[in-house]
């Protein structure tokens, strides 16, 4: 769980010291693998979490709720980059 909220951590200010947010679409850095970094490392801490906390029963209604809400937030983003 401590690698996976480290690793998480870390992809997190990386993605943020490449963004340049409102000004162009960034393909550098982390966002030469995934469009989302930012989604990707809050899902690694968020895992991590789960881990730590060693409950399954938390953990999976909890990442099945994170994967919804996130789903959602992509499609608007993907929505408005398109236009």
Request: hydrophobic letters at 50%; proline letters at 4%.
């Amino acid at each position: 769980g401590a690698g996976l909220l480290v690793l998480g951590s870390a992809l997190h200010l990386w993605s943020k010291g490449c963004l340049e947010q409102n000004q162009r679409l960034v393909t550098a850095g982390p966002y030469r693998f995934s469009r989302n970094p930012f989604y990707l490392a809050n899902g690694l801490i968020d895992l991590g979490l789960c881990c730590v906390i060693g409950r399954v029963w938390v953990a999976l209604p909890f990442l099945v709720l994170w994967a919804l809400a996130y789903r959602e937030t992509i499609a608007r983003e993907e929505a408005h980059l398109a236009g």
